[in-house]
């Protein structure tokens, strides 16, 4: 089945940026992967939605808050997702998780995602 590993998180100042990686295992495309995105949850929120990329291409999603400063991309050839988190503040501290989806709709939608990495912590300081 998919694997996934995020890596890259860390703590930044106000301002500052970072970039998530994510890395699959095996072949996306060929066990049925329709695409993939940023999840992240906040100590005592919901896991809220960041960002998605079909794994063929096609135009990326983003949540409202995060336009303008994250941008999603994907290496097929090496299997891995990334983010690169610009302008980041306080309000993007969270846990950041990459997901995998077989569907190719609600991807804003946790549930609508079958593989989820362990996570890795972002902060961001005032």
């Known amino acids: 089945q998919v694997q996934l590993v995020e890596s890259g998180g860390g703590l930044v100042q106000a301002g500052g940026s970072l970039s998530l990686s994510c890395a699959a295992t095996g072949r996306t495309f060929s066990s049925g992967v329709m695409g993939m995105g940023w999840f992240r949850q906040a100590p005592g929120k919901e896991r809220e939605f960041v960002a998605a990329?079909?794994?063929?291409?096609?135009?990326?999603y983003y949540t409202d808050s995060v336009k303008g400063r994250f941008t999603i991309s994907r290496d097929n050839a090496k299997n891995t997702l990334y983010l690169r988190m610009n302008s980041l503040n306080p309000e993007d501290t969270a846990v950041y998780y990459c997901a995998s989806t077989y569907y190719g709709g609600s991807v804003q939608l946790a549930a609508r995602y079958q593989h989820w990495g362990q996570g890795t912590q972002v902060t961001v300081s005032s």
């Open positions: 990329i079909s794994w063929s291409g096609g135009s990326p």
